[in-house]
């Protein structure tokens, strides 16, 4: 039953959205107007990066010199590389980018339509289908904008495997576009729901999870715990290392899908329907009001 009135749900869920074109615009324009900017501003000259999910030991060649910040030896497990810093602010920024915006989508994709999601479930709709449809069209958008960012950042970065470059584009908006509706579901106000989308997503993949930023911190473990870290990864190798990504891609999909399970609990709960029956007293006070005698 699902299976045959999920396109339906889809195509209402994608008109809702279209109808409002602006944000439509935006949500494809921003990527490009970041990576514009950055292409403006980003430095030309090359800097040494630790990649954390390369090695040092799978490295084709020994690293030119060390990180010039001492790291404890503890933390320093990924192997430094030599690159443009243009093209890996640019990577970032793109993923940052698409992460971001499927954060805000997200959100907006659950929290604008609360009240006619339970009118709809009061009307027989299943609240999964509600949902499913939300997410087809979440992930219909992320990939939308995953392909306008890389076709931008493929011309200006020559990457080993662009192929890994546009999954790692494609997971960033999957895991961070569960957050979104995970917020989504759990925040009926938009204050809140916008405070705690663009708290997490900056702090992590457009700070933290940037290269610069992480070959410099002293303190690697919740930079590698955050949601955003199997994903940049995956952008990161795909651009500039031939080494295996396919453990930072189960990694993303899995927190996609615990955020996707925890949306699908609390939206659940949100629009389910209680039904009593009318009370003795209530069918009284009804009838007495009409001017009848009651039985």
Do not use: K
Not at 109 to 124: E, F, I, M, P, T
Not at 206 to 216: C, F
Not at 234 to 240: H, K, S, T
Not at 245 to 270: K, M, N, S, Y
């Amino acid at each position: 039953m699902i299976g045959r009135r999920l396109p339906l749900a889809v195509e209402m869920t994608l008109r809702r959205l279209l109808r409002n074109r602006a944000a439509v615009a935006l949500l494809l324009l921003v990527p490009v107007t970041f990576q514009g900017v950055m292409l403006q501003v980003a430095p030309r000259r090359s800097v040494e990066v630790e990649l954390a999910s390369v090695p040092e030991a799978e490295m084709l060649m020994p690293p030119v010199r060390l990180l010039p910040v001492p790291v404890p030896p503890g933390e320093r497990r990924g192997a430094v590389v030599e690159a443009p810093a243009r093209s890996i602010e640019l990577v970032n920024v793109s993923l940052a980018a698409v992460g971001v915006l499927a954060a805000f989508l997200g959100l907006t994709l659950v929290q604008r339509d609360a009240g006619s999601s339970q009118r709809l479930v009061l009307c027989g709709m299943r609240a999964p289908l509600l949902l499913a449809s939300n997410v087809v069209a979440l992930l219909l958008m992320v990939l939308v904008m995953s392909g306008i960012s890389a076709a931008l950042l493929l011309r200006e970065v020559n990457a080993v495997r662009p192929a890994v470059v546009v999954l790692g584009l494609v997971l960033v908006g999957w895991v961070y576009g569960c957050y979104g509706l995970l917020v989504g579901a759990t925040f009926r106000t938009g204050l809140a729901g916008m405070l705690c989308v663009f708290l997490l997503s900056n702090l992590d993949v457009i700070w933290l999870q940037n290269p610069l930023n992480y070959s410099e911190a002293t303190t690697r473990w919740l930079i590698r715990a955050l949601p955003g870290h199997g994903p940049v990864q995956v952008g990161l190798l795909g651009a500039f290392e031939e080494f295996d990504w396919t453990h930072q891609a189960i990694r993303a999909a899995g927190f996609g899908a615990l955020f996707l399970l925890a949306t699908a609990a609390v939206f659940g709960w949100r629009t389910r329907v209680c039904r009593h029956p009318p009370r003795a007293d209530v069918g009284a006070a009804r009838v007495r009001r009409s001017g009848g005698t009651p039985p």
